[in-house]
């Protein structure tokens, strides 16, 4: 059976991380018990749970920690939105941080659909 590492949602969601915490190195100082955490907390969320669902002996547990996976993207997205707000990134840094979470956000979405559709058969 294949490992969660196998799937290319959790690789791009591992990517996602990555780039997190290459962003947030350039946030201020007195945002490292805020924002920064926030955000890297909530991003290395989506991978965890994409791979704690996997782990799971049942598609209904899986289906329940893809959608917290989905969850946590959507507060990566928005606190990415902060961040932009804040001027804490560029123009171009929130553009890439948005295209990388639309990526994982349709993959984790496809995922889901593949499974509410084994669920059926």
């Not at 018990?33 to 994409?50: D, E, H, K, W």
């Not at 049942?58 to 946590?72: E, P, V, Y």
């Not at 994982?104 to 059926?120: D, F, I, P, T």
Request: hydrophobic fraction near 40%; aromatic fraction near 6%; glycine fraction near 4%.
């Amino acid at each position: 059976m294949a490992s969660h590492e196998d799937l290319q949602v959790w690789q791009l969601a591992i990517d996602l991380v990555d780039l997190v915490y290459e962003m947030t190195q350039g946030f201020p100082a007195d945002e490292r018990f805020g924002l920064t955490s926030q955000l890297q907390r909530a991003a290395v969320s989506v991978p965890a749970n994409i791979a704690e669902g996997a782990g799971r002996e049942s598609t209904k547990d899986f289906l329940r920690h893809l959608s917290i996976a989905q969850g946590s993207l959507a507060e990566v997205r928005t606190l990415f939105v902060i961040a932009d707000r804040r001027e804490y990134i560029t123009c171009s840094e929130f553009e890439h941080a948005r295209k990388e979470t639309e990526s994982v956000a349709k993959l984790l979405m496809g995922l889901r659909n593949s499974l509410r559709r084994k669920l059926r058969d």
